[in-house]
Nanobody, 124 residues
Framework: QVQLVESGGGLVQAGGSLRLSCAAS????????MGWFRQAPGKEREFVAT????????SYADSVKGRFTISRDNAKNAVYLQMNSLKPEDTAVYYC?????????????????WGQGTQVTVSS
């Protein structure tokens, strides 16, 4: 079992930055691919970014490419999402997720464990 706890959300002006963190429990964290998803009010949950077990492979949604960076520190059982040049349309609850495979993709159904989410609000 893996438990995930997100932090770092908040209110920021357009053009600003936030860094989300996801703390994971469990000795197998370092073997799992990790992902970030988000869900805005009235919309479906959407993929943001994913990172492989070693951190050597990453993938991003087109909407965040060039602005967001996913990273991980397996020694600290943590994964991060650095968000720069934030836009009002980035406003959502952001979720951290773990896939028991070493590599994953953009489908939420492939992820086995989920955090409770952290709110990010970008004002215009």
């Amino acid at each position: 079992q893996v438990q995930l706890v997100e932090s770092g959300g908040g209110l920021v002006q357009a053009g600003g930055s936030l860094r989300l963190s996801c703390a994971a429990s469990g000795r197998t964290f370092s073997m799992y691919a990790m992902g970030w998803f988000r869900q805005a009010p009235g919309k479906e949950r959407e993929f943001v970014a994913t990172i492989s077990w070693s951190g050597g492979s990453t993938s991003y949604a087109d909407s965040v490419k060039g602005r967001f960076t996913i990273s991980r520190d397996n020694a600290k059982n943590a994964v991060y999402l650095q968000m720069n040049s934030l836009k009002p349309e980035d406003t959502a609850v952001y979720y951290c997720a773990a896939d028991r495979r070493t590599h994953s993709g953009s489908y939420a159904r492939d992820y086995d464990y989920w955090g409770q989410g952290t709110q990010v609000t970008v004002s215009s």
